[in-house]
């Protein structure tokens, strides 16, 4: 038997402000913060963990610096979608990365970060690169 995909793990600075970002994104999420939250995400769990959490088990833990190292990626049902997902984070006050554009490979793209940084990139269409 070989392990399989369950879930997906980031360690979060301001628990209430990360849910608050997944949840604008449409996520099922809990209204209370707790110091570990699991989500729904799509065949995956999304794991919201504060850095204390993650300090209690793993005691050489430094949290990162810079911009996150996990990137999350939603698809969209269309390349307007797209567009006015971005421009709804944008514009709630949540930074964009990457403003929607039309990528090589054939998809709508765009990225915007959520309260720790993590990459969330929004897409519709064509194949992954």
Known sequence: MKPSPSAVGIVVTDMAASLAFYRS???DVPDEPAPHVEIAFGALRLLLDTEEVVASFDPSFTPPTGAGRVGLALECASPAEVDAEYDRLVGAG??????????????????????????????????AP
């Open 25 to 27: 994104l449409g996520l």
């Open 94 to 127: 949540y930074r964009g990365r990457l403003a929607p554009f039309d990528a090589v490979w054939g998809q709508r793209y765009a990225a915007v970060l959520d309260p720790d940084g993590v990459g969330v990139d929004l897409f519709a269409g064509g194949s």
